[in-house]
């Protein structure tokens, strides 16, 4: 059974940090990238991050790059999206997606969510001002 378990949301305030794991089994993840979109209210699917375990690429959206850093543990299958200097506009529901172009596609807008093989469940992270 595929699985992507996501966790680690929360409410924190604005500037400070919060780190999402993102645990995949079920499948060869060597084969994927394993990455996070999120999704605000009334607004569609943000790529945010995606690492590739085979080879460590990465690709981060400019939105965030500089205050969130993916990090990968390729014993446990684990990806990990450190958050920091959080702001409001972060607030999303967090999703955990696996990337069958390895991150190469991931920002690709045409590509885009469509283009995931799994999902995970997701968490929901929300920055009070």
């Known amino acids: 059974e595929v699985q992507l378990q996501a966790s680690g949301g929360g409410l924190v305030q604005a500037g400070g940090s919060l780190r999402l794991p993102c645990a995949a089994s079920?499948?060869?993840?060597?084969?994927?990238?394993l990455g996070w979109f999120r999704q605000a209210p009334g607004k569609g699917h943000e790529a945010v991050s995606c690492?590739?375990?085979?080879?460590?690429?990465?690709a981060t959206a400019d939105s965030v790059k500089g205050r969130f850093t993916i990090s990968s543990d390729n014993t446990k299958n684990t990806v990990y999206l450190e958050m920091n200097s959080l702001k409001p506009e972060d607030t999303a529901f967090y999703y955990c997606?696996?990337?069958?172009?390895?991150?190469?596609?991931?920002?690709?807008?045409?590509?885009?969510?469509?283009?995931?093989?799994?999902w995970g469940k997701g968490t929901q992270v929300t920055v009070s001002s």
């Open positions: 997606a696996a990337d069958p172009s390895r991150c190469r596609l991931f920002l690709d807008p045409v590509v885009a969510s469509g283009g995931m093989d799994y």
């Open positions: 079920g499948f060869t993840v060597a084969d994927y990238g």
């Open positions: 690492i590739s375990l085979r080879d460590g690429n990465t």
